[in-house]
């Protein structure tokens, strides 16, 4: 579970937290400095070295204000998080519509010459010190994940369960099997943290299937959770992004999707088959999870990325 810093009320604190670093981070989750992914991209191509300038990075848990106080030369705002509903609205605006930031990054898809579209996974999924190789070779990886013998049905590992789809799925899929939630939603296993130290890839390895449906619906919001369920080898169980997720991206042959307020009796009759039947369950796990323009977008994000901040430095 990720913490998160700072607030308004505590900035002053965040400051002796960041200190004495050239980049900073405010409103994010709680890390070391030399552990944050946008501090070691920045490191790793050494944007800063002899520039003498210093980078602020915002982001949305805590008060908006916050930025007033600790603006540097260069000042960037990040979100993963869905802004256009929920508890992190008040960002909305990405900060575009004040003079306080130079550069927005965000998961949407929208046309402003101070924003990057610039989704979470990429952040969960790539090295930030990756160059067009690594990242070509890690695209592969996930292409055709290590299929191990997945002995147990399904998981489900969450922490919140807004909209109520998560515990939807959960009660039904479990008519076919034992369905283990890690999570604090219908928490019923506790593998994840005393048998496999809270490593979720190793854990979610053990399942045939992962139910990882997002917090909201909105396209392009796509965390990391349907990668990191492709990552371990499951067959995912999706829903989220209008149930098209980067598109071009994935093969959507390879992912079961769930329908919120449809009928879902045949996809639960496909999952049954699946379960039953190890040699229709291999034949669907084993097809390739992603395209082959996939990793021709994560490079050229990781291209974009640079060109911006190296322009605004």
Known sequence: MLKFLTSYRN??????INSPYDIRFYNFWQQEIPDMWFYRFINSRKLLEGTGKQISFYSTFGERDIIKKTKRDVNIFFSGENLKKGPHKRYADHFLNEDLIDLALGFECFDDEKYLRFPLWIMYMFEPESDDEAIAKR????NYPRYGIHNRFACHVSS???TGLRKQICQTLSTIDTVDCAGKVMHNCDDLWKVFDDDKKRYISEYKFNICPENSNCFGYVTEKLFQAIDAGCIPIYWGSDNCPEPGIFNTDAILFWDKDG??????DKIQHLNESSELYEE?????????SASSFVIKKFHDLEKHIQALI
Do not use: G, H, M, S
């Open 160 to 162: 919140v369960d807004e």
């Open 11 to 16: 900035y002053k604190k965040a400051i002796r």
């Open 139 to 142: 695209c592969e990886e996930l």
């Open 263 to 268: 009928d879902n009796t045949a996809l639960i």
């Open 284 to 292: 669907f796990a084993r097809q390739p999870r992603l395209t082959a």
